[in-house]
Nanobody, 123 residues
């Protein structure tokens, strides 16, 4: 089992940047594929990005491709989401998630979730 804690959210102006972190407990972090999802008020949770266990493979939603970068540091048990050129439509609660299988773009593919961190982008 793994516990996930997100941090780094906040209020930023459009065009700005934020870096989210997700710290995982336990010594087997490198065994988990990791994903980032987000949920805006009144909307369903949506996929943002995922990264393989080694970090060699990444995948992004079309809405963030070219602006966001997912990475991980297995020595620090942490996955990151670097967000640049933020837009008001990026406003949401951002969640990290872990899976013992290959990471996917569907939330059903993940076994563990963090509590989320709020990102608000003002226009």
């Amino acid at each position: 089992q793994v516990q996930l804690v997100e941090s780094g959210g906040g209020l930023v102006q459009a065009g700005g940047s934020l870096r989210l972190s997700c710290a995982a407990s336990g010594r087997t972090f490198s065994r988990y594929g990791m994903g980032w999802f987000r949920q805006a008020p009144g909307k369903e949770r949506e996929f943002v990005a995922h990264i393989s266990r080694s970090g060699s493979s990444t995948h992004y939603s079309d809405s963030v491709k070219g602006r966001f970068t997912i990475s991980r540091d297995n020595a620090k048990n942490t996955v990151y989401l670097e967000m640049n050129t933020l837009k008001p439509e990026d406003t949401a609660v951002y969640y990290c998630a872990a899976t013992t299988y290959m990471p996917t773009a569907t939330s059903e593919g993940y076994d563990y979730w963090g509590q989320g961190t709020q990102v608000t982008v003002s226009s």
